[in-house]
């Protein structure tokens, strides 16, 4: 099944979405297991140190600075908190958030630079939840952010394409969600893991039916249950509302289109964090996605402005991206020169990376569909020839072959 299903036709990210979630559910407990809904959201469990209230206010300012991309400050301040529970998991928890938002702006290139530090501060934060439960002391915050490390970890390797270890940490992440979820608490942020379950268990057989046979082996998803977590942890959440309002966009952007809801809450995050560079890069796609194109125009020169004004965490695979959709927004208008600059800066901007990213490859192909509008008939037969090099991605190939034959803007029979 799981042979059948790499080899089917879904994209990348879906393999992963399916095989972790198969994997990590093989072997659970029955369907009925978890057919309760969490208890009513009112009593803080004791000694947690999701209710320290100095740490909160601390650990606000902090996640604030890092979700606007100031790294270095925000750093110096999960430094203190570290240095103030030593043995306590939320130190490194909270420094591996540094190296994913590190991360999250560059997966379109496939740059690992800081994985080693993201997967490194994960194990500490294994490592000290282990350690509290073998103390017996605040088996709760132990299994939070053992959980917590478990699921950021897996994401991960799923974007790497190390299907057997993401599929592990799901499997070890699985272990304590519902557990967390039903336990008697106020804190919003454990109903983020039950939500992302929630819907996908849901939408995953929807979209791929090949993973039905499979379900009786899950928990019971419901996908809108599954919204409405999400929707409070975005609200409501501390340490994983940016985190639960990233995944809303996702949803309504790729999974179930709604224009108005994905820009709620790609709104949102832009509000809060107006310095982060990917918010910014993904509501300029929402804008594009329909049909906006003024403001998506507008909005991706604002990108190239900040990269230019070295503005912090506007790294080239977010410029590129800005880039790549203004040179479609030339074209449409038939600036040809223009079209062109922007494809060539794409080129340029992803010239240090070795993956072929769905940005490069594109733009690849658009700069020989503006050569041959140009007239400039071999430098588009080469670009095209490049594309049959690089990476597949849906159409790429096949329009590359349909262009060397005969060129773009001539495709009559």
Do not use: C
Not at 167 to 196: C, P, R, W, Y
Not at 322 to 329: C, D, N, Q, S
């Amino acid at each position: 099944m799981i042979r059948s299903i790499l080899n089917s036709n879904v994209g990348d990210s879906g393999k992963a979405l399916i095989l972790v979630a198969i994997v990590s559910t093989i072997g659970a407990a029955p369907l009925d297991a978890y057919a309760q809904t969490p208890t009513a959201w009112s009593r803080p469990i004791e000694g947690s140190i999701l209710h320290d209230a100095s740490l909160l206010a601390l650990a606000d300012e902090a996640l604030l600075d890092l979700y606007n991309m100031r790294y270095d400050r925000a750093d110096s301040l999960f430094a203190v908190i570290e240095a103030q529970h030593p043995d306590h998991p939320i130190g490194p928890f909270l420094a591996s958030l540094t190296a994913w938002w590190k991360i999250l702006p560059t997966l379109s290139v496939h740059d690992t630079s800081q994985d080693r530090d993201f997967l490194r501060q994960m194990d500490r934060v294994i490592k000290k939840s282990k350690g509290l439960e073998r103390k017996k002391k605040n088996l709760f915050d132990a299994a939070f952010f053992k959980t917590a490390a478990h699921g950021f970890r897996g994401r991960l390797l799923s974007d790497r394409e190390e299907w057997l270890r993401a599929a592990q940490d799901g499997k070890a992440a699985m272990d304590h969600i519902f557990e967390l979820a039903e336990g008697d608490t106020s804190n919003a942020d454990l109903l983020f893991g039950v939500g992302v379950y929630d819907y996908f268990a849901e939408v995953i057989p929807e979209r791929y039916p090949v993973v039905s046979p499979l379900m009786y082996f899950f928990p019971s998803g419901n996908k809108e249950r599954g919204l409405q977590r999400l929707e409070k942890a975005a609200h409501e959440g501390r340490f994983v509302s940016a985190e639960a309002a990233y995944f809303l966009v996702q949803i309504f952007t790729s999974f179930q289109p709604d224009y108005a809801r994905s820009m709620e809450y790609i709104s949102m995050l832009r509000e809060r964090y107006p310095g982060n560079a990917l918010f910014h890069v993904m509501q300029g796609r929402i804008h594009f996605r329909w049909g906006q194109w003024v403001a998506a125009a507008a909005m991706f020169k604002e990108v190239v402005d900040q990269y230019d004004a070295n503005a912090p965490g506007y790294v080239p695979p977010l410029v590129s991206q800005a880039h790549y959709y203004l040179g479609r927004r030339s074209m449409q208008q038939n600036k040809l020169t223009d079209a062109q600059r922007h494809f060539s800066a794409v080129l340029r901007l992803e010239a240090q990376y070795d993956y072929d990213s769905f940005f490069r490859v594109f733009a690849t192909l658009r700069s020989g569909m503006v050569h041959d509008l140009q007239g400039e008939r071999e430098e588009a037969k080469r670009a095209y020839r490049r594309v049959l090099d690089q990476r597949r991605y849906s159409s790429s190939r096949d329009r590359a072959k349909r262009y060397l034959k005969k060129p773009y803007g001539d495709q009559s029979p």
